[in-house]
């Protein structure tokens, strides 16, 4: 009876054990990603990018990224260029194991944004995507991994047009689906990965705001 009691406390102690160290890991590797990301980010668009929450999934492979914010670029007025509320992304993780991290999607949800156009021609957006062009921060460990992107979308976007000639006005852009062939046929280090997910967000958003920007300055005219 003793040793039964014993070992039930035994196997109790040992779940618990085990328990801890999972929770003590994933805590870990959680803050570990999220200090990446908000250092890639930054590095890659200079301004500041930071994240409220960051959560892994272990075993199905999932990331969540809560309240993912980006400042706009100096001699903006408005407080941030991109708000999403919510990130979530799915690797693959029989590929954790390969010389390829495939990362099977990006989901971009709960969407806020803001085109900011300065003075003529110059528009935050523009601004954003050309620093990321030209950006090149040094290599770190990290980046001796390589990755590939299968897929990525966002959801229902609300956009706010602040300056030019729809000063305040605000537009909601239906959801977007994209094929992505970052990292294919070549895998690429992650600084790439997310230079390339951001210049490409940026411009669909940029194509959708500056089409129905002109599309409310023909609907402007035609009504005078």
């Not at 959560?55 to 309240?67: A, H, K, N, R």
């Not at 062009?133 to 980046?143: T, V």
């Not at 229902?156 to 537009?171: A, F, Q, Y």
Request: aromatic content about 4%.
């Amino acid at each position: 009876m003793k040793v039964m009691r014993f070992a039930g406390l035994f196997l109790l102690a040992l779940i618990i054990l085990v328990a801890g160290l999972c929770w003590a890991v994933s805590a870990n590797v959680d803050d570990m990603i999220k200090g990446t990301i908000q250092q890639k980010m930054t590095a890659l668009t200079n301004t500041e990018v930071t994240l409220a929450n960051l959560e892994t999934d272990l075993f199905s492979g999932q990331i969540v990224i809560t309240d993912l914010v980006m400042a706009n670029p100096k001699g903006y007025r408005s407080d941030h260029l991109i708000r999403l509320g919510d990130v979530r992304l799915m690797i693959d993780t029989r590929s954790l194991n390969s010389d390829v991290i495939i990362i099977e999607s990006i989901q971009l949800n709960d969407v806020d944004a803001v085109i900011e156009e300065k003075s003529i021609g110059q528009i935050n957006i523009k601004t954003l995507i050309e620093t990321v062009e030209s950006a090149d921060p040094k290599p770190e460990p990290i980046d001796l991994l390589r990755f590939r992107l299968k897929s990525y979308s966002m959801g229902e976007s609300t956009l706010h047009l602040v300056g030019g000639p729809l000063e305040d006005k605000t537009l909601v852009l239906p959801g977007v689906e994209h094929k992505s062939n970052l990292g294919s046929p070549v895998a690429l280090p992650l600084k790439d990965i997310v230079k390339g997910l951001i210049q490409g967000v940026m411009q669909g958003m940029l194509k959708e705001g500056q089409g129905m920007m002109k599309q409310g300055i023909t609907e402007g005219f035609s009504q005078k």
